[in-house]
């Protein structure tokens, strides 16, 4: 079920109203079978692949807390490798077949393997993500196993974050699952008022910005490096209040229902290196990963260039993660890299220091290149777009399916975006009636500025 | 009160959900709820008022005919849009039966031998490329003791969970949420020139059209380049069809495509590609057709609706002449003693 949808308003005024009239023991049983019909709704036969992951890992984590030496370690991969088959087989079986493919076609020989005519469940990469990182921490002995079967299996499923995260942390979930959450009208109003800052974000600003970037980037061939120029920037935000937007719906969703989860996004585009990029961008994915693989590979407590090694491997299955192609491989694998060159950089040259305006324009336009990778359809198109780009005319008309005035007010509201975020706005009237007031203003506007195509967030299709 | 207030959003939501989810409800509650085309499609895709009809209607009267009723012909039609809401009055024959091109598989109960079993496929222009491009016979079964109605392939499903469209369907088209929408459509097309992505507005703020008529990156377009080889490749599968409902029973077999309105109208809106006409004197076609582009393109502005992407009466009107003078040539009234 898409958040921008009528059938979302129904249903997440029914499960809200519903869950408070509810006593707290039988709460857990409507959230898992709202979350079951959420998820549902996309595909019913998919619910299939989440009992399969969230059986094995229920039980993963209990073998796992009961055993002992070898049989712990075994008992962990055995769900691993359950997460990462399902993984494997959906996400990434056709890419490798593909690409093994090409590799016999330089060989002259035919590839005997046959492709798979399946759909990629949607949010799959999060959802095993987040049913990993419970054996995971079950392993390290940081989290009990989960006894409650239906617990566990929300844990997993909590409609709010089930298909594009946070890619929660059992610690910060699971007792949060178990505990009473009486009504709380402070709640309610935060929660309201932060899903009504997603809807602004991705109705109002991503849906928007997205005609002029699949305007340019659906036509690569025919665009101007202008026209593509304006595209890759509107793209940088677009993506920004696509998946933020849906994380802040999340976020309020679970807030009213009493339910914290984690931030997702800290103002990215402020960053002033990669490095501070990364700590503000997605930072369930980032510190999934910095836990689970970087840590274990070493960290920085290793020789230097095992560490390089280690930063750049993480970005580049972070870039695979994404999604099965070569143009997340490069997007991860061109993030990787300029992290490497900015330690490189404090490490020899520490006093080496651009001023601060230039040092955020200087990390602001290498995510931007790094984004033409990320919405590109192929390698081949993204050099295309960035050789146009290297060589535009501002002189060369620029191509948009929006008029001036349009123009202007997309502009505007990056503008207003980005002064909100360096300047910390915050909105909250006080009052019942100065914020319901307010609230049903919020909605209007988002009503008449909105841009309702109905379309699906981008970080669905991971 | 508060309790009052929690219940009720708890058992309308409740409600609506259930509702939109069943195939079932939402059919037997679509007479009593104002019906989204209700103004025409085109208005209801652009909330623009200055294309509101409020007398559109797809309720046509019934032709006046001038000659005998064909008591030895049994019409069939294969179509869509065009001919979904003619009834059997509208055609001047002893039997009539429409197949929905939308609903494979087609099955037909046994042709009648003691009549003349005729078939028209209608198709519209936007469409003719998906339709014609591929082999569309497997999907035809002629039965006997078929009965439509007790067909359980075409019966509703029980549960659909994709209930976006209905609840759409439920809530968006009534007056009060017509009002805003008007609104916005008038700001958008004021402030920022822009109209609702499903429809193209003329550059004189004259016509409406679909964009999937003029849209270029889509084969429904009016406009998209058309290579001889689908052409060629739309004629076999014609030629095909013929051969194969003729071995069915029926003695004559004809298409008549429905032009874009974009391309009768306003033909200049890009490069034409002539679909219709180069279809209709294609080299090696054999089937006969009824040319609905030659009836409607002299005055075709008066035959389309401004609201609508389809013809009006008057459109339809000549269209039904034109069958029926057809059917009269093709299977005479036999002389009566």
């Known amino acids: 079920m898409l958040f921008n949808s009528l059938q979302f308003l129904f249903f997440f005024v029914f499960i809200t109203i519903t869950y408070f009239r509810l006593p707290h023991r039988q709460r857990w049983i409507l959230l898992l079978l709202g979350s079951c019909y959420f998820y549902m709704v996309f595909k019913p ?418 | 009160m508060k309790k009052f207030f929690a219940y009720s959003g708890m058992l309308l939501s409740l409600a609506a959900l259930v509702l939109a989810s069943s195939p079932y409800l939402m059919k037997k509650i679509k007479g009593h709820i104002p019906d989204p085309n209700r103004n025409g499609d085109l208005y209801m895709m652009s909330a623009l008022p200055g294309f509101k009809d409020p007398h559109f209607t797809e309720d046509c009267p019934t032709p006046a005919f001038h000659s005998p009723k064909l008591d030895h012909v049994a019409l069939y039609i294969l179509g869509d849009s065009y001919t979904k809401y003619m009834k059997p009055a509208s055609f001047n024959t002893a039997f009539y039966h429409f197949i929905h091109w939308d609903d494979p598989p087609h099955k037909i109960a046994a042709l009648d031998s003691t009549k003349r079993n005729i078939l028209i496929i209608e198709c519209t222009e936007r469409q003719i490329r998906e339709r014609f491009g591929v082999s569309f016979i497997h999907n035809f079964a002629i039965q006997k003791n078929y009965h439509p109605e007790t067909d359980p392939s ?51 703020h004259q016509r409406l059209y679909l964009s999937a008529t003029v849209d270029t990156e889509a084969n429904t377009s009016s406009f998209r380049y058309l290579p001889d080889q689908e052409l060629r490749t739309m004629v076999k599968h014609l030629n095909e069809a013929l051969a194969f409902f003729q071995k069915a029973g029926f003695s004559a077999v004809y298409f008549s495509v429905m032009p874009n309105p974009v391309s009768l109208i306003a033909p200049q809106t890009g490069s034409y590609n002539h679909l219709v006409e180069r279809l209709q004197t294609a080299p090696g076609l054999k089937m006969p057709y009824i040319d609905a582009w030659h009836l409607l393109s002299p005055q075709a502005p008066d035959l389309y609706f401004r609201s609508d992407t389809h013809w009006n009466c008057a459109g339809r009107d000549r269209w039904l002449q034109a069958v029926d003078s057809l059917l009269h040539q093709e299977a005479p009234s036999p002389e009566r003693p």
């Open chain 1, 45 to 462: 036969i998919y619910i299939l692949i989440l009992i399969f992951t969230i059986v094995i890992d229920y039980f993963a984590g209990i073998f796992i807390e009961n055993a002992q030496g070898k049989r712990r370690k075994m008992f962990l991969l055995a769900s691993l490798v359950a997460n990462i088959g399902v993984l494997a087989v959906f996400k990434y079986y056709n890419f490798l077949n593909l690409n093994l493919t090409h590799l016999l076609g330089e060989f002259h020989r035919h590839n005997p393997v046959p492709f798979l005519s399946i759909l990629l469940p949607i949010g799959l990469s999060f959802h095993t993500f987040q049913a990993m990182s419970y054996t995971i921490e079950v392993y390290r002995g940081n989290q009990k196993a989960e006894r409650h079967f239906g617990i566990y299996s929300l844990y997993v499923m909590f409609y709010p974050q089930l298909v594009a995260g946070p890619i929660e942390r059992p610690q910060n979930v699971l007792h949060q699952l178990h505990e009473p959450h009486p009504f709380d009208h402070q709640r309610l109003q935060s929660g309201l008022m932060k899903i009504a800052e997603g809807f602004f974000k991705k109705v109002v600003i991503a849906d928007r910005l997205s005609w002029v970037v699949n305007h340019s980037f659906n036509h690569i061939q025919q665009e101007n490096g202008l026209s593509l120029l304006v595209a890759t920037v509107f793209f940088t935000f677009q993506i920004y209040c696509d998946f933020s937007g849906y994380s802040d719906i999340a976020i309020g969703t679970a807030r009213i229902l009493g339910i914290d989860l984690m931030k997702n996004f800290n103002h990215p585009y402020l960053s002033r290196s990669i490095g501070e990029f990364w700590s503000r961008w997605h930072i369930s994915l980032s510190t999934w990963f910095r836990d689970y693989l970087y840590i274990p590979l070493g960290g920085n407590r290793v020789a230097v260039p095992r560490f390089y090694f280690n930063i750049f491997i993480v970005f580049m299955i972070s870039g695979l993660w994404h999604g099965a192609n070569w143009t997340f491989v490069i997007w991860g694998a061109l993030h990787g890299s300029f992290l490497v060159v900015e330690n490189i950089r404090k490490k020899w040259w520490p006093s080496l220091r651009l001023p601060g305006a230039l040092q955020w324009l200087l990390t602001f336009l290498l995510v931007c290149i790094t984004w033409v990778f990320f919405r590109a359809a192929s390698v081949q198109d993204a050099f295309l777009v960035l050789r146009k780009i290297f060589t535009l005319s501002f002189g060369a008309p620029l191509h948009t399916p929006f008029n001036l005035a349009e123009m202007i007010f997309c502009i505007l509201l990056i503008a207003l975006l980005l002064l909100k975020e360096k300047r910390g706005w915050t909105f909250h009237p006080s009052g019942n009636l100065a914020f319901y007031s307010s609230l049903a203003g919020i909605a209007l506007v988002i009503y008449f500025f909105g841009v309702f195509n109905y379309t699906q967030f981008i970080y669905f299709q991971f």
């Open chain 2, 154 to 204: 075409i019966q509703p499903h029980k549960l659909d969970l994709q209930a976006e469209d209905n609840l759409k369907y439920l809530f968006t088209f009534n007056k009060e949420v017509g009002y805003f929408k008007n609104l916005k459509a008038s700001f958008n097309r004021m402030v920022f020139d822009r109209v609702d992505k499903d429809v193209y507005l003329d550059k004189q």
